[in-house]
């Protein structure tokens, strides 16, 4: 691993403060660059805090220094690099190659940025830690759910959920990993910023009574309520129904098994279905054409499933993404193993199926607690 080639030093100075100076070595050459930046002795409070941003500055102008000796081993001008790739349009390269939810919530995480942030030209280095650090406390204490967009509402927008600040920041510190592993930022200014800690989010699914009084009504848009039984029967995610076409189902001698590639992992999965699964598919059509003939974004098709539960007197939350927990606690509820459940819902680790265990659990819980008392009062 190569040495840094710059580094951030300090002098002490006659008076008692301290100057910051950054110490360069290039092909053995070496020079000091006194940033006319000092450090006051820390009495109170705010002289701890005044140093704190005193230093943030001075490893930003060493951030500036890496990358440009780094440009120039790599045959590029010192300096076009380091002040010239935009933030706004790096994290919108990243976002514009995700799909589906994913790329929601990502664009939405830009949207957060640029509410937090007014200007529409900083760059890559302008990300510091302390420009980080009001970002969480942009997420914190000011964010609400609808100040990302334009859209006019007669009801009061609440602040944004502890999964969602969550959910904003982690994109955030994505992106930033991602222009230190294309070797465009030193560090990652994320680095020395608390994340927000991940909060068990409600999980809203089905019951097999329910889901049985759903099937019986038909559904206002007839072809997402078949996608929706279908994803029901199968956990898959809206973005993998959507994506199927029949080259993506075999028939075997042991059923009807789908063999295709995971929207959101990249993973590529070999899933046997049930039979009353298959039913949903409708008639094999040809190997290049979608099962299902529905190209709406899944934030179209929730109000057919709001109307549909609503008609079959389920009073719950449900949106399309609820039948993939419905799968599973179905799976859990019928005896099957967690390791088996994991696979089936294409996980790649248990822990993310453990929380379905957690929430059978709880109803075993409220079950045995209906048990009539037997003691005589």
Sequence with gaps: MDKEPVKLRRRTRPNGTISLYLDTCINGVRTNEYLKLYLIPERTRQDRDANRKTLEIANTIKARRIIAVQSQKAGFTSGVMSDKILFLEFFKQIADSKEGTTHTSWMNAL?????????????????????????REYLDKKATQWCIDDRKRKVKPLPISEGTKALMFQKLTACLNEAVRQDLLPSS?????????????????????????????????????????????TGLRWSDVCGLRWSNVMETEQGTRLIFTQKKTRALEYLDISSQAASFLGDRGDDGSFVFRNSMPTQTARPYISAWVRAAGINKHITFHCARHTFAILMLDLGTDIYTVSKLLGHKCLETTEVYAKILDRNKKAAVEKIPDILKK
Aim: aromatic residues 10%; positive net charge.
């Design 189 to 233: 200014p994320a680095k020395a910023v608390k994340g927000f800690g991940q909060t068990e989010s409600e999980r809203e699914y089905l019951t097999l009574e329910e889901l049985r009084r759903l099937a019986e009504i038909p559904c206002p848009a007839p072809e997402i309520g078949r996608m929706f039984l279908f994803a029901c029967l």
């Design 111 to 135: 949207q957060h940025i640029k509410a937090y942030d007014k200007r529409s030209h900083i760059t890559l280095l302008d990300i510091t830690t302390a420009w980080v650090r009001g970002f």
